[in-house]
């Protein structure tokens, strides 16, 4: 349980606006036509992308909480450039958060999205594998995080999914540029490089040997392309068994 100060502080630092939702993609490149098939924009009843996610099951998109919003109406899958019609769009049926969470700074930032009809897999979509229940990253191993967005700050949007290699840090080490950094959370990125994530795309996965080990969730505002403080990460392998629960009631 985070104590009373951190909770204080998280607080703080979000009305500062000192905590800003991830992540346009910074220093990267296009990912290559047919990677990263199991990349999702969850969208709005405009067709405006929102937040990123990734498909896990069929019938399931994993993104972040404070991706809740009542606009969201639909997940488009199978294709790295969203202005390309040739894509699944599908309708949302279900969100559903974690119960735990209250705040993007206070952790539990993740949630479950239930489509409202089974993907079909192998047209430009495949399901990601998640991390067993706990998973050992070692410091600066590199994964990847992508998204759609700006790529660099105060930049443009882009249609074409961006992804870029960011380095793994260790928890000492974030816990000592964000005092109060809530539990079951990964850093990588952001501290002390140009690669990372920035505001207004939150939800993709932090991808490392293959598997979704993260949510991007949160990163320092407003300093995109040296940024202070490390990006975060919702560290999935700490969820397993509330993602199998949830699975289960819809089976």
Known sequence: ???????????????????????????????????????????????????????ITEE????????????LTHVVLGNHNLKNGNHQKIKIENKIIHENYQHV??????????????????????????PPAEINLKENQVCQVAGWGKTKTDGKLVDELMVVNVSVITSKNCEEQWPGLPANVICAGGYETT??????????????????VGVVSFNYYNNCNYPSKPNVYTDISKYRKWINEVLKTFF
């Not at 349980?1 to 905590?19: D, E, F, N, P, Y």
């Open 1 to 55: 349980m985070l104590s009373l100060q951190k909770i204080l502080l998280l607080h703080v630092l979000a009305c500062l606006g000192r905590l800003a939702h991830g992540s346009h993609i910074i220093d990267g490149k296009k990912a290559p036509e047919n990677s990263m098939q199991y990349m999702a924009s969850v969208q709005d009843y405009n067709g405006h992308h929102v937040c990123g996610g990734f498909l």
């Open 60 to 71: 399931f998109v994993v993104s972040a909480a404070h991706c809740d919003d009542s606009s």
């Open 105 to 130: 700074g206070l952790g539990n930032d993740i949630m479950l999205i239930k489509l409202s009809e089974k993907v079909q897999l192998g047209h430009g979509v495949r399901i990601i594998p998640l």
């Open 195 to 212: 690669k990372g994530f920035c505001q207004g795309d939150s939800g993709g996965p932090l991808v490392c040997h293959g598997f979704a």
